[in-house]
């Protein structure tokens, strides 16, 4: 058993149903057991519930939940920084030929030991990856996040038009080799995962509706509702359908474990839909500016019920930090067309629990309840930077918040642990 030392800050609750969410403790204590939380709460406390245990100070730091990225592209780290196109361009100049040169092994290693370090070094302990439209890149990122203990939930991207041929595959390929990589890694890592409905026909469809049903313990992701250009379009391809979202129940393919990525665009009835079917939205508001796709209605989507959780969207996103992310959505919000101030423990927990939530494993990760996994990011200023400053002062704990997220990047994270895994090192 050992206890870290430190202030702690998590959300046990859900911070847009609870005023009192935060859950913060400046002289805090994390008792931790092999890899599993026995204890969170004030020092003194924990102390004298076990004496005997070694202590590891890490006073004058932060210790937050591990951050948890619901929409993040494996096959896209190296195009990050690509500004200026929308949508339907970025993919087709920018995204899709990079995407075709993960047919190659060797490449695709390359990338999933650069994605899984970078996933890492920003904080994030728990991802549902965007995996390739190929078998074996997919298989190899899952492989490397297992290697490195982090925990990743992916599949391989499934379309049969409108990209590139390369990147294009047969029902009967797309079905084989999802069940190969669902026998490999198990259900419960696999993601059945349409790039969007504009890329995918009936035919494809349905192999993701017979992959779900013979396998309920997969999960669910695609795109929804992101630009007008690819709504339009997939209006058109679709036209027995009354909506985006109708595409996708039209398949049975919108339940309690589908995460549904953007839907800036989206109808009341598609709200009131989600909701009612209990699936969740991945909010990724960096790539929503950078794109120029539109800025999420959130408060309709609380208003609403809808869960929503944060995403990167590496790479038409702007980098893999999910407290840049949390920041960003405070920042939208408040400029929305129906705007609400997000505060900083709703920013927590859209980084953190929300997404536990999303993937349904709330029982396991996402705070500091016993029991649960120790899956934390320790957080510390660098010594003489313009964040040690402003924290040098603050003791509120939504303060400690706030400057976190606007000021905390990479050389800010100290230490990532998944379970009894260092995972940064
Ligand atoms: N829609 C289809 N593919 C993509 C993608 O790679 N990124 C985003 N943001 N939207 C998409
Ligand atoms: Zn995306």
């Known amino acids: 058993m050992k206890i870290l030392r430190s202030t702690i800050l998590h959300t046990p609750r859900n911070a847009f149903r609870h005023a009192d969410a935060l859950a913060a403790y400046s002289d805090g204590a994390l008792a931790v057991d092999n890899g599993r939380i026995v204890a969170c709460a004030d020092y003194a406390e924990v102390r004298a519930a076990h004496p005997d245990a070694d202590v590891e100070d890490l006073r004058g730091g932060y210790i937050l939940p591990g951050f948890i990225d619901t929409h993040v592209h494996f096959p896209q780290v190296r195009i990050l920084g690509g500004l200026g196109y929308s949508l339907l361009d970025w993919l087709d100049q920018l995204t899709l030929p990079e995407e075709a040169r993960l047919a190659d092994s060797a490449y695709s290693s390359t990338i999933a030991r ?43 991207v499934l379309s049969d038009r409108k990209l590139r041929p390369e990147l294009h595959q047969t029902a009967e390929a797309a079905y084989r080799d999802s069940k ?7 259900a419960d890592r696999y993601v059945v995962t349409p790039r969007f409905a504009l890329s995918a026909s009936e035919a494809i469809l349905d192999v993701c509706q017979t992959l779900v049903g013979e396998h309920p313990g997969v999960r669910f992701t695609t795109h929804i509702n992101e630009s007008p250009n690819e709504i339009a379009e997939v209006a058109r391809l679709f036209p027995w359908a009354d909506d985006y979202l109708g595409v996708y129940e039209r398949f049975n393919l919108v339940g309690p474990r589908s995460l549904l990525a953007h839907n800036i665009h989206a109808s009341a009835s598609e709200l009131a839909r989600l909701s009612l079917r209990g699936a969740s939205v991945s909010h990724c508001p960096c790539s929503n500016a950078a794109l120029g796709s539109g800025i999420l209605p959130m408060r309709r989507h609380v208003e609403a019920n809808v869960r929503v959780s944060l995403g990167s969207d590496v790479g038409g996103g702007t980098g893999f930090g999910i407290l840049k992310e949390g920041l960003q959505a405070y920042l939208m919000q408040r400029l929305a067309a129906e705007p609400m101030t997000l505060a900083p423990a709703q920013m927590l927990y859209l980084a953190t629990r929300a997404g536990a939530e999303a993937l349904e494993i709330d029982d396991e990760t996402g705070d500091f309840a016993p029991g649960k996994s120790a899956d934390f990011v320790y957080l510390q200023a660098p010594e003489n930077s313009v964040l040690a400053g402003v924290l040098g002062r603050l003791e509120d704990p939504e303060r400690i918040l706030a400057a976190l997220f606007t000021m905390a990047g990479t050389e800010s994270i100290k230490e990532v642990r998944v379970g009894d895994r260092d995972i940064l090192h």
Not at 129 to 154: I, K, M, P, Q, Y
């Open 114 to 156: 650069e994605f899984t370090r970078a996933l890492a070094a920003h904080g994030t302990t728990t991802a549902l990856v965007f995996g390739s439209h190929f078998g074996d890149a997919t298989a190899s990122l899952l492989e490397t996040a297992n290697t490195r203990g982090l925990r990743v939930f992916a599949g391989i």
């Open 180 to 186: 190969t990589l669902i026998q490999q890694f198990g």
